[in-house]
Structure formats: C-alpha cells, structure tokens
C-alpha cells in the first residue's frame, strides 16, 4: 500500500454554530455524520474543487472516511473527515469542507467545528475520554488554542482535552 504523506492541517473554524447555519438565512439545520462509501467520493476530486485525494485516503484500511450530510439531504456532502483511533487519542489526518462552504461565497457555516466535534465523540466511543490529536501549519496553531482551545505540544502536535471535547459535543450533538 502507498504511504500517505503527512498533511499539516490548515483549516479554519468560521463559526461554531448549533448544526450547520446557512450563511444567508441564518437557518439551522440538523446534520449526522456517517462513513463515507468508495462511490460517493467519485465526484469529490480536485476537478470539482476539493484538495484533497479523498479517494486515497479511504482506501488506507488504517483510517476511516466520515462525511457530515444535512439530515433530510444526505446525498450531499458538507464536509470530509478521515479518523484513525490510537491507543491515547483519535488522530485526525484530514478534514476538509465542501468546496461550496469555503471562502466568502460559502453556503454554511460550521462545517469543520461539526466535524471536529465528531472527531471528539469518537475519541469518547473509543475509550479515549476525548482527546483529539493532529499536526496543524504553524501559522494556524494560535487559531487552533483560541477557537477549539487545543493545546499545542511542541512541532506541529495540536490536542484537544476531555473538557474542550465534551463543550464541542454538546455544542454540536444531541445528548
């Protein structure tokens, strides 16, 4: 199997809202996140403005491909998240949101914090107690401590705590 290389996360949070929040309404709408198949992730290529190759990264039977979808329209894609459980943390090696949900046109807002959200249910399903690992670009690692208040661990190494996760959990998932 071909080695993946090593991405340094570079997205940004907009907004954390309840759910997704469409940018023009304001309307809330209830979101589930769900394993992505092989074949929903042919239109997802770098020709219809994602930056990613999703495609590689599922096929990696290490890692395990989410994606975030509206309740009542789960054909379409909000966002991409690829997981892998460690024995101290959920390792996020990528997070991506739909090419309509990047820059200033977007169509919602808090795709990324649902999914890092999710990220962190994950790591508590797991046995983990929430903690999220995952290597950020050094200009993004001030973001990262005052919006998801993740610790940084020296190099690239960002953590989100138990106690940070379960205020995303609750922001974003019905209890």
């Keep these: 199997m071909k080695k993946h290389k090593k991405h ?3 997205f940004r949070i907009d907004k ?6 469409n940018v023009i309404s304001k309307d809330s709408f209830k979101t589930e996140v769900l394993p992505v198949s092989l074949k929903e992730l042919k239109g997802v290529t770098k020709k219809n403005g994602w930056r990613f190759n999703w495609t590689a990264e599922f096929k ?10 509206i309740v ?3 054909k379409i894609i909000q966002g991409l998240i690829s997981l892998t459980p460690k024995p101290e943390s959920v390792f996020m090696h990528l997070i991506e949101t739909a090419p309509f949900n990047f820059g200033k ?3 919602y807002l808090g795709v990324l914090g649902n999914l890092v959200a999710f990220a962190c249910r994950q790591s508590f399903l797991r046995g ?22 993740a610790s940084h661990f020296g190099g690239h190494l960002m953590i989100i705590n138990k106690e940070t996760a379960l205020t995303l959990i609750e922001k974003y998932f019905d209890q």
């Design 105 to 107: 046109n977007k169509m």
């Design 16 to 21: 954390l809202t309840n759910s997704i929040e």
């Design 72 to 74: 009542d329209n789960v």
């Design 128 to 149: 983990t107690d929430g903690f999220v690992s995952f290597r950020s670009k050094t200009n993004l690692i001030k973001h990262y401590q005052e919006i998801l208040n």
């Design 60 to 69: 990696d039977p290490d890692r395990t491909v989410y994606k975030l979808v």
């Design 8 to 10: 340094l996360l570079d």
